[in-house]
């Protein structure tokens, strides 16, 4: 999912065990785990159970896969992909991570798979990791901004490509603030034109296909073909904030208590899935004066399929263009383009009238001082 496994696996190497990264989601994925799935799971489910068959058949021990309480059905995938993998003949251990255990929860992986049990190293491990996810969020969020304004398209991905590797290969607290350096160093050689007219576009839904550029297309990357920089609202780092990182050591309002605060006109508590924080996303991004937004989420999601019916209630409020997207495996790359080319077209033509209306105001307001 995203660049997370960059985080997992330095966890898992510090505590001396070898991770198995797979080949990054593909279409042989897709079709490995929609094969061995129930026809109407979500896309999501189908990719993780495709990671699985082609980690255990590339020779991993282990497979590890989080669970959720709650309405999501994500509670009950750990037990479907067991099942499937133990039916298919695999081996594979698998291990189960449960959302909302916190620090306990990793510190009850890492001495499951490693073996040991080392609060010391274990804990470092976790910072190691946690730390990681948010300078990775935090490449990701100037690769969206560069990628916008470049001069030369694909530029800016080639050097983030660089600045991952850099993150990669940080071990420890002193490297990693070094690899920090010299990854923005890396982003910073990218030549962009700052004035160049951009929009801004925040992109919620479900976290999976928020995150992940194989179920989601690279919508990031064709956005910023056509000019618009992007803020994921629903990322890795803002989930840890919420459900991992302790109350104490937490800065500011999280995307959680957010939902909660702006949700509530709307949807009076949590659904399941991430529909609360969807619902709140269009009224922050609403608060902020945003371009637009664009909802993502998988073919027979209930919370996503609810939090979409909202919408329509919230134009009261939000006067705000909001772009749904269902995906699936069936999703074909032309049509999902020309939705999207046409949403930017309607957000530009939408930004421009705007500008072109207050400068008109402003200039009867300034005739009118004249006058008096």
């Avoid at 994500?74 to 620090?103: M, S």
């Avoid at 100037?142 to 050097?159: M, N, P, Q, V, W």
């Avoid at 004035?195 to 989601?216: A, M, Q, W």
Wanted: charge should be positive; glycine fraction near 6%.
């Amino acid at each position: 999912m995203g660049t997370i496994s960059i985080a997992w696996a330095a966890a898992l190497r510090k505590v001396g065990v070898e991770p198995y990264i797979p080949p990054y989601t593909s279409k042989r994925t897709l079709s490995l785990g929609t094969k061995h799935s129930p026809e109407a799971i979500c896309l999501p489910y189908k990719l993780i159970m495709g990671n699985f068959i082609e980690a255990i058949e590339g020779g991993t021990d282990y497979v590890a896969m989080i669970t959720s309480p709650g309405c999501c059905r994500l509670g009950e995938y750990g037990k479907c992909i067991n099942e499937a993998l133990v039916d298919l003949g695999y081996n594979a251990k698998y291990i189960e991570l449960t959302l909302y255990d916190g620090i306990q929860g990793l510190y009850n992986f890492l001495k499951e798979v490693s073996g040991k049990n080392d609060p010391v190293l274990f804990m470092r491990a976790i910072v190691l990791a946690i730390r990681k996810v948010f300078l990775l969020d935090d490449l990701e969020t100037k690769l969206s901004y560069l990628r916008a304004r470049e001069i030369t398209f694909g530029d800016a991905e080639k050097h983030f490509l660089k600045a991952l590797k850099i993150v990669d290969e940080a071990m420890n607290t002193r490297q990693l603030n070094q690899a920090k350096k010299l990854a923005f160093a890396e982003m910073d050689k990218v030549q962009y034109d700052k004035n160049r007219e951009v929009l801004h576009v925040d992109i919620t839904g479900e976290i999976y296909l928020v995150c992940d550029k194989f179920s989601n297309q690279d919508i990031v990357k064709e956005l910023g073909k056509m000019g618009v920089q992007t803020r994921k609202s629903l990322t890795v780092s803002s989930f840890l904030k919420d459900a991992i990182i302790p109350k104490i050591f937490r800065k500011g309002e999280t995307h959680l208590q957010r939902a909660n605060r702006l949700a509530k006109p709307y949807l009076m508590r949590d659904i399941g899935g991430d529909a609360l924080e969807c619902v709140s996303d269009v009224a922050y991004a609403n608060e902020r004066g945003i371009d637009g937004i664009i909802h993502i989420s998988p073919f027979t999601c209930m919370p996503e399929i609810m939090s979409q019916n909202i919408f329509p209630a919230m134009r009261e409020n939000c006067d705000i263009p909001i772009l749904p997207l269902i995906m699936d495996e069936q999703t074909g790359k032309a049509g999902y383009l020309t939705r999207l080319e046409a949403f930017v077209d309607l957000m530009r033509r939408r930004k421009r009238r705007r500008a072109m209306e207050n400068s008109k105001s402003n200039t009867e307001e300034k005739q009118e001082e004249n006058i008096k």
